[in-house]
T-cell receptor, first 116, second 113 residues
Framework: GAGVSQSPSNKVTEKGKDVELRCDPISGHTALYWYRQRLGQGLEFLIYFQGNSAPDKSGLPSDRFSAERTGESVSTLTIQRTQQEDSAVYLC??????????????FGEGSWLTVV | KQEVTQIPAALSVPEGENLVLNCSFTDSAIYNLQWFRQDPGKGLTSLLLIQSSQREQTSGRLNASLDKSSGRSTLYIAASQPGDSATYLCAVRRMDSSYKLIFGSGTRLLVRP
């Protein structure tokens, strides 16, 4: 597609349930990033994919968070046993390879997660 | 550890004014710096990307400068319009982990008609 696509755009879930967030990057972009933004705060890096591998998972806040990517395309961020502090907008971004650091990163519109 | 700071946190100006948003970073070893715009309830839109070897970039009414040695960047908006109202974020890509953007907390801009 023309841009980074994320789904669902909004999700309300009960505490303790699992959620899956999906990201479709721009075609041809091998680098994919997940960020989290809590209300009124800055963006926190979660994880980076180059192709289907994730050389940097350092930003995942706990073992309840996991992510995968297949076909050097779609990525899924999974949050297990959701907690209220997981409420945030989860932003996905893509670019050409990360080592080509001159390339612009493009963001999706985010998945807004509310845990009640 | 790279830290990115944006000043002011919020800014309100009348339509037509020229304005400057500031971004500072603690580690000058960066690959590039990128300015984004974020509208309420929306994702981020890339505005300008400045490579570490560049001093400035221009796009329409926007001009971004970079002084890597002093760890500063500015985003200049000429002849501001109400449609410019948004949060403006700067982010740096570090030299030692070129894939990761480190973001500032943003400047919330309101341009009053």
């Amino acid at each position: 597609g023309a841009g980074v696509s994320q789904s669902p755009s909004n999700k309300v879930t009960e505490k303790g349930k699992d959620v899956e967030l999906r990201c479709d990057p721009i075609s041809g972009h091998t680098a994919l990033y997940w960020y989290r933004q809590r209300l009124g705060q800055g963006l926190e890096f979660l994880i980076y994919f180059q192709g289907n591998s994730a050389p940097d998972k350092s930003g995942l806040p706990s073992d309840r968070f996991s992510a995968e990517r297949t076909g050097e395309s779609v990525s899924t961020l999974t949050i297990q046993r959701t907690q209220q502090e997981d409420s945030a907008v989860y932003l996905c971004a893509s670019s050409f390879p990360g080592e080509m650091a001159g390339n612009t990163i493009y963001f999706g519109e985010g998945s807004w997660l509310t845990v009640v | 550890k790279q830290e990115v700071t944006q000043i002011p946190a919020a800014l309100s100006v009348p339509e037509g004014e020229n304005l400057v948003l500031n971004c500072s970073f603690t580690d000058s070893a960066i690959y590039n710096l990128q300015w984004f715009r974020q509208d309420p309830g929306k994702g981020l839109t890339s505005l300008l990307l400045i490579q570490s070897s560049q001093r400035e970039q221009t796009s329409g009414r926007l001009n971004a400068s970079l002084d890597k040695s002093s760890g500063r960047s500015t985003l200049y908006i000429a002849a501001s319009q109400p449609g410019d109202s948004a949060t403006y974020l700067c982010a740096v890509r570090r030299m030692d982990s070129s894939y990761k953007l480190i973001f500032g907390s943003g400047t919330r801009l309101l341009v009053r008609p």
